[in-house]
């Protein structure tokens, strides 16, 4: 059976990309599904499950370095990170949030902001091990208004 891929693919650079998919799928619940080596024993192309949903990420040159690692010696980036909202990140639907934060959490997220309630609906902030932000939304339950 081939799978389909969504309309919308979020394609994220990590430094480490076999930690990213270790770590992505003991915080956030994602499943691997594709995991390609490069030649140079990189992370070439991975693709992970987040719910009906699909990322996709690789280690895409040796010069790569991830946003925690480049607001460390950068002002500017530091300034802008300083808020909990989400720069440049990926909106992730699950079915239970308060679960969903407790693992994140227990994982070693950097939470960005603890569940809360408003649009687009129930919803918390995290960045996960390399600085990249996404923000998780409780999918609305059949009946609720």
Sequence with gaps: MTKTIPGVVPMLAYQD???????????????????????????????????????????????????????????????????PWIIDG??????????????AKGAGATILSAPENGPPGRRYRAEDLEGHRWMFVEREKPGAT
């Design 17 to 83: 990309g076999f930690a990213a998919l270790e770590w992505l799928a003991a915080a956030f619940g994602f499943r691997e599904r594709t995991r390609i080596m490069g030649l140079d024993g990189s992370l070439a192309h991975a693709e992970m499950e987040a719910g009906d949903g699909l990322i996709m990420l690789a280690t895409p040159s040796p010069d790569y370095e991830s946003p925690r690692r480049h607001r460390e010696h950068c002002d500017r980036a530091r300034k802008w990170a300083s808020v």
């Design 90 to 103: 990926v909106l992730v639907v699950v079915d239970d949030i308060d679960q969903h934060y407790e693992r």
